[in-house]
């Protein structure tokens, strides 16, 4: 009996003592400092903008296309070329119609021929005048059909239309052409542009006249500007978006490089623009809550948001300047805990000092 009390009273003890060093461990997390990424306010534009994608374009494009289908038998233009208007760009082959023209030029003699001679019998009075009007009448129509002839040969020359470059080439020679098939895109009249694509939610917000600032993946060190020119009065109602024409500030010539037709451009359309705005990663406000880290210790504070960008947000109140803010705040956090900051380099691209909706 003696020993079983004995051993009771031990096992309390080791039970006691483990509840204490439980006590004194979680004590301990709760005092033992978190360590948090931090980060301070700055100061910069707070800029609302409608952010579209868009495309590299010439502000004029023509395509050449034969008016009927035929054989491409010649190329005389390529790629990047520089034509001028009425300059032949490719021939398809004519054979049946050189016979044709052939054919309605040596109807147009006989019909000539026989003019020629009634108008003298008529001089002479061995035919009425009537019939002078009617082989007349016959060699206009020989002319017509000549000409007619001509005409449709000329359409088997592909020419330019105007001067300009040649963008696009879509044929060989020997290879078949529908009626209608653009074969040579041209470029000319007027420097690049850009033609973006707005989503119906924003395009109330875009007015003529706008600045857009805008950047090229193909070209990530270099920023353009521009305005809006144009405003499509119709949307697509498949993509629920409408075409914005955007005038390229100082827009460089087609073939100038290093901007190039077909690019694709991130487009950011100026709604509005504060000077001087608090701004915070986004990754820093949770809710409408931040959590600032002063004197070692944690606290959570409301804020007021502004203007909310790709990667950065406007704080209208709620914090000041110089003031140590946590980024990406976990829901282990609790108010009034011990913490040790770690400043965190926030290197933001362009897109982030440019509001989205």
Known sequence: ????????????????????????????????????????????????????????????????????????????????QQVK????????????????????????????????????????????????????????????????????????????????????????AGQFVPAGQAVFILACCAPLRVTAEVDEEDIARVLIGQTVTMRSDALPHRLYEGTVAEITPKGDPISRSYRVRIRLADAPPIDAGPMRSGMT???????????????????????????????????????????VGAERTEVVSGLADGETVVLSPTDALRDGRRARGIPATIDLPFQAALARR
């Open 265 to 307: 451009m991130d487009a950011n359309l100026i709604v509005s623009r504060r000077e001087g705005a608090l701004l915070l990663p986004n990754r820093a406000i949770k809710g409408d809550a931040v959590w600032l880290l002063a004197k070692g210790r944690l606290h959570r504070r409301p804020v007021v948001k502004g203007t």
């Open 85 to 172: 208007r009425g300059q032949v760009l490719a021939r398809i082959e004519s054979n049946d119609l050189d016979q044709t023209i052939q054919e309605m030029r040596a109807r147009e003699q006989l019909a000539r021929a026989q003019f020629e001679r009634t108008r003298s019998l008529v001089e002479q009075r061995f035919v009425a005048p009537a019939e002078l009007d009617r082989t007349r009448s016959e060699l206009q129509m020989a002319q017509a059909a000549a000409r007619r002839a001509q005409v449709q040969r000329d359409y088997n020359q592909l020419v330019a239309p105007a001067d300009g470059i040649v963008l696009r080439r879509d044929g060989e």
């Open 1 to 80: 009996m003696w020993r079983e009390t004995r051993l009771k009273r031990r096992n309390g003890i080791v039970a006691g003592l483990g509840v204490l060093v439980l006590l004194a461990a979680g004590v301990a997390w709760r005092q033992w400092p978190v360590r948090v990424e931090t980060a301070q306010p700055t100061r910069g534009p707070a800029i609302e903008a409608v952010y579209a994608t868009g495309t590299v374009e010439p502000t004029v494009m023509v395509p050449v296309a034969p008016r009927a289908g035929g054989r491409l038998v010649a190329i005389d233009a390529e790629e990047g």
